[in-house]
T-cell receptor, first 115, second 112 residues
Framework: NAGVTQTPKFQVLKTGQSMTLQCAQDMNHNSMYWYRQDPGMGLRLIYYSASEGTTDKGEVPNGYNVSRLNKREFSLRLESAAPSQTSVYFC??????????????FGPGTRLTVL | GDSVTQMEGPVTLSEEAFLTINCTYTATGYPSLFWYVQYPGEGLQLLLKATKADDKGSNKGFEATYRKETTSFHLEKGSVQVSDSAVYFCALSASGYSTLTFGKGTMLLVSP
């Protein structure tokens, strides 16, 4: 049981390049999330997917797109990377019943640098 | 909108000292409150939670009480260890939503 896995762990891009961050969970969770973590800013929600087939914007969605490929996988795409997107990106998942809130489980993160 | 305010760090303590990390929140309705911990190089892990007023969450010697009258959820531990060195995040989930709003985090450094 691997929990939440993310690839790659590290990435360096040049301004304007594109890339996709991959996330997968094996806990049969229905909800998945992408956050970015910046020094002094805490974690900010980029996009989330409450269930397979749905995605919604979070606090900082500009410059990103997401795909909920299936129940297990939720990818984050940067179409044209900018230095302001240098950050650590975390994927998380949870099981939401609609009646109570459940714990979010986090992946180990992807450290992205855009030059 | 919803927000969480934490005391700024780093908080530097000696082993066996008492820890308090302050957290206050602004939210409509009746949010659930959480403390997450991030050890160096890792993702976040849930430390404890409280889902209604006056609830006390506890885990691994850490405690926090949901105080609606003061809109606070302060984290406490009676005797910290070097292994407690990490970044601690206070967070809330507004009524009816699963998304989390995080504070900026407080780094705790414990020396032997």
């Amino acid at each position: 049981n691997a929990g939440v896995t993310q690839t790659p762990k590290f990435q360096v891009l040049k301004t304007g390049q594109s890339m996709t961050l991959q996330c997968a969970q094996d806990m049969n969770h229905n909800s998945m999330y992408w956050y970015r973590q910046d020094p002094g800013m805490g974690l900010r929600l980029i996009y989330y997917s409450a269930s397979e087939g749905t995605t919604d914007k979070g606090e900082v969605p500009n410059g990103y797109n997401v795909s909920r490929l299936n129940k297990r996988e939720f990818s984050l795409r940067l179409e044209s990377a900018a230095p302001s997107q240098t950050s650590v990106y975390f994927c998380a998942s949870s099981y939401e019943s609609g009646f109570s809130y459940n714990e979010q489980f986090f992946g180990p993160g992807t450290r992205l640098t855009v030059l | 909108g919803d927000s969480v305010t934490q005391m700024e760090g780093p908080v530097t303590l000696s082993e066996e000292a008492f820890l308090t990390i302050n957290c206050t929140y602004t939210a409509t309705g009746y949010p659930s409150l959480f403390w997450y911990v991030q050890y160096p190089g890792e993702g976040l892990q849930l430390l404890l939670k409280a889902t209604k007023a006056d609830d006390k969450g506890s885990n691994k010697g850490f405690e926090a009480t949901y105080r609606k009258e003061t809109t606070s959820f302060h984290l406490e531990k009676g005797s910290v260890q070097v292994s407690d060195s990490a970044v601690y995040f206070c967070a809330l989930s507004a009524s009816g939503y699963s998304t989390l709003t995080f504070g900026k985090g407080t780094m705790l450094l414990v020396s032997p």
